[in-house]
């Protein structure tokens, strides 16, 4: 049974940092690409960022990047995503997620991603 543990996430002011964590097991961690997505209150669940098996290859939203850093761990079975400067619009409930395509690239649609973790609140106050 595959799982996906996220921790890390809380209350912060705006320009604040946190870095999420989330914790596989259950499968051969390594032999997967991994994504982190977010929703918003009302909003649909979007992409945030994602990283390939073996770590060299990432992908980012737009408006996250140069502020977030995704980064994986495969001897921890751990992938991370370190969120700094951040902003209101911030705000949600950050989830994980396993890709089970293989695809060499990273895919930043929900389709590909078969096993999720409960999530992870970000609140950041203006």
């Known amino acids: 049974q595959v799982q996906l543990v996220e921790s890390g996430g809380g209350l912060v002011q705006a320009g604040g940092s946190l870095r999420l964590s989330c914790v596989a097991s259950?499968?051969?961690?390594?032999?997967?690409?991994m994504g982190w997505f977010r929703q918003a209150p009302g909003k649909e669940r979007e992409f945030v960022a994602g990283i390939t098996w073996s770590g060299l290859n990432t992908r980012y939203t737009n408006s996250v990047k140069g502020r977030f850093t995704i980064s994986r761990d495969n001897g921890k079975d751990t992938v991370f995503l370190q969120v700094n400067s951040l902003k209101a619009q911030d705000t949600a409930v950050y989830y994980c997620?396993?890709?089970?395509?293989?695809?060499?690239?990273?895919?930043?649609?929900?389709?590909?991603?078969?096993?999720w973790g409960q999530g992870t609140q970000g609140t950041v106050s203006s």
């Open positions: 259950g499968s051969t961690f390594s032999d997967y690409a």
């Open positions: 997620a396993r890709d089970r395509s293989g695809h060499a690239l990273v895919e930043d649609t929900t389709e590909p991603y078969d096993y």
